[in-house]
């Protein structure tokens, strides 16, 4: 039997409350850095340890998103936040850069990293891909169609997560463009979706 996982966003410790009160079998969540949800509160790094803590006393799952593109100067402080967040028990990080993925996977090897959506893979090539860098999870675009879902699924072994809503975007994953023309939350203007995703 399939195991379907419901993983919920939470923007602050209220909403990890509501999550888990509710019956999320995890949750996703950002620091104060290199987060794509920038309008949302985010944890800083004692208030991720009691959000892990309290999911965890419940058994709910906390991934952390590093799901924008990093810059040269800023990946040596991306990659001691994802290590600050391995020793406070994180249970998975979701990236977009491949290039922190590989210090990632190199320097954390038993920490699951997982395909942002912000990568915009759709397709059974860009999953089999993704699982030959190292990947353990793809996120894959809203746009993916469930006829391409279940391909996908039956073609590949790598942990598949697609969304069971929109978002306030142009409807095309990692384009994020009209989110920011209208309320302003990204951090840059293509990188912002507000989504729950569901992973199969």
Known sequence: M?????????????CLKAAVQN???AVYLGASTFSARASAKNFDLSELQDAIDYA???????????NTLIKDNEL???FLLAREAYKLGIDALIVQDYGLCRMLL????DLPIHASTQMTIHNLEGAKKAEELGFSRVVLSRE????????????SSIELEA???????ISYSGQCLLSSMIGGRSRKPWKMCWYMPSSI
């Open 2 to 14: 399939k195991k379907i996982e419901l993983l919920a966003p939470v923007g602050d410790f209220e």
């Open 23 to 25: 019956g999320a079998d």
């Open 56 to 66: 965890h006393l419940r058994g709910v799952a906390v991934h952390l998103t590093l």
């Open 76 to 78: 040596d402080d991306a």
């Open 106 to 109: 190199k320097y954390l090897p």
């Open 144 to 155: 993916t169609s469930l006829t391409e879902l279940e391909y996908i699924k039956s073609n």
């Open 163 to 169: 969304f069971i809503h929109g978002a306030l975007c």
